[in-house]
T-cell receptor, first 112, second 113 residues
Framework: DADVTQTPRNRITKTGKRIMLECSQT?????MYWYRQDPGLGLRLIYY???????NKGEISDGYSVSRQAQAKFSLSLESAIPNQTALYFC???????????FGSGTRLTVV | GENVEQHPSTLSVQEGDSAVIKCTYS??????FPWYKQELGKGPQLIID?????GEKKDQRIAVTLNKTAKHFSLHITETQPEDSAVYFC????????????FGSGTRLLVRP
């Protein structure tokens, strides 16, 4: 099994719908992150969590929310999806040193 | 906040040649600089990293150099092979309690057989 598992792998949804992307990890890491990848823009940080009771906004948090249900689970929600949220979404984890992020395989989201 | 710029956006080399990707960062407090490789359909994977207390680090055919004065760092791949074809990302981080990575925009490397 993968160290960081994202579900679903692909999703097509309609504008205005609520959607949740899920991430679970078996690394035992405290820190978890959600990134968005767009062509030519690299990986941009949406939200991050340093432990179960900690939630922090990243550089592009508008339109997104997160929930850290347990040390191993970190979900990303789009309350009302819009077409410009079409992107590839990655979850990542790290230990407390912050070195060597481990990424999931990504969720490709299309909003029509 | 930190800003990381990466060049070039695409790079095509002949198999066996060297490839160099360059990044600059804005936050002088950054002290950790990893490089990630992303293959098609997969998440980024750490290939090498460097801390600000060293100027160069090598791992077989890949090396990273850091110039703290100029605030830039580079990835060098020698004797390139077709399996090196991928998207490469640089990143930078402060390494303090707010430790999070800021990524460059990526370089698509194509190694021609």
């Amino acid at each position: 099994d993968a160290d960081v598992t994202q579900t679903p792998r692909n999703r097509i949804t309609k504008t205005g719908k609520r959607i949740m992307l899920e991430c679970s990890q078996t690394k035992g890491h405290d820190r978890m992150y959600w990134y968005r990848q767009d062509p030519g823009l690299g990986l941009r940080l949406i939200y991050y969590s340093f432990d179960v009771k900690d939630i922090n906004k990243g550089e592009i948090s508008d339109g997104y929310s997160v929930s850290r249900q347990a040390q191993a689970k970190f979900s990303l929600s789009l309350e009302s999806a819009i077409p410009n949220q079409t992107a590839l979404y990655f979850c990542a984890t790290s230990d407390r040193t912050g070195d060597g992020y481990t990424f999931g395989s990504g969720t490709r989201l299309t909003v029509v | 906040g930190e800003n990381v710029e990466q060049h070039p956006s695409t790079l095509s080399v002949q198999e066996g040649d060297s490839a160099v990707i360059k990044c600059t960062y804005s936050d002088s407090a950054s002290n950790y600089f990893p490089w990630y490789k992303q293959e098609l359909g997969k998440g980024p994977q750490l290939i090498i990293d460097i801390r600000s207390n060293v100027g160069e680090k090598k791992d077989q055919r890949i090396a990273v150099t850091l110039n703290k004065t100029a605030k830039h760092f580079s990835l060098h791949i020698t004797e390139t092979q077709p399996e090196d074809s991928a998207v490469y990302f640089c990143a930078a981080s402060r390494g303090d309690s707010s430790y999070k990575l800021i990524f460059g925009s990526g370089t698509r490397l194509l190694v021609r057989p």
